[in-house]
Each structure stands twice: as structure tokens, then as C-alpha cells.
């Protein structure tokens, strides 16, 4: 018990330190769970939402890291904007 009860409070602590992120972070989990559930049963309306979140979260990434700048590399640049790219090609294929 001590163990979840542990898990919460970092959860509550993080949602209030920095609530953009974590809302990222809840997005980019939806995606994956999306993704899985595409994987298996094969339905594009998982792939649109899926897709659709990844989008949302590559731009509020983006839009966070422009506003306010790190003076060194962020890995979470590159990771965005390959999101991005992946992401757009994806939408691409579904639509031809």
C-alpha cells in the first residue's frame, strides 16, 4: 500500500509543479495505449485519436521550449519534432 500511496503523492506533487508538462505526459501516454490498442484490433479511428495526441503534445512541447528557452540541447526538441514528422507521414498514408 505504501508503495502506491508513495506513486500518488509524486503524481499529485508533479501535476502541480509543472501542470503543462504532465499534461505531455498524460497525452503521450494516451497515444501509446491508443497505438496498442490500434496494433490489435486494427481500426483507424484509434490511429486518427492516437496520432491526433502525439500532434497535440509535439506542439505544446514546442510551443513550451520557445517560450522558454534552454540554454543547452534539449533531447525534447528532437523528440518532438520526430513525433511530428512520423506523425504527419502516418495521417498521409491513412488519407491515400
Known amino acids: 500500500m505504501r508503495h502506491w500511496q508513495y506513486w500518488l503523492d509524486t503524481l499529485i506533487l508533479s501535476s502541480q509543479h509543472n501542470p503543462p508538462r504532465f499534461v505531455e505526459l498524460v497525452?503521450?501516454?494516451l497515444a501509446m495505449m491508443l497505438l496498442g490498442i490500434w496494433s490489435v484490433t486494427a481500426q483507424w479511428q484509434y490511429l486518427v485519436l492516437s496520432l491526433s495526441y502525439i500532434i497535440g503534445s509535439s506542439f505544446s512541447i514546442l510551443v513550451r521550449?520557445?517560450?522558454?528557452?534552454?540554454?543547452?540541447?534539449?533531447?525534447?526538441?528532437?523528440?518532438?519534432?520526430?513525433?511530428?514528422?512520423?506523425?504527419?507521414?502516418?495521417?498521409?498514408?491513412?488519407?491515400?
Open 65 to 96: 521550449e520557445y517560450l522558454d528557452p534552454q540554454p543547452q540541447f534539449q533531447l525534447t526538441h528532437l523528440t518532438a519534432v520526430l513525433l511530428l514528422i512520423i506523425s504527419f507521414y502516418s495521417f498521409a498514408e491513412l488519407i491515400r
Open 27 to 29: 497525452m503521450l501516454t
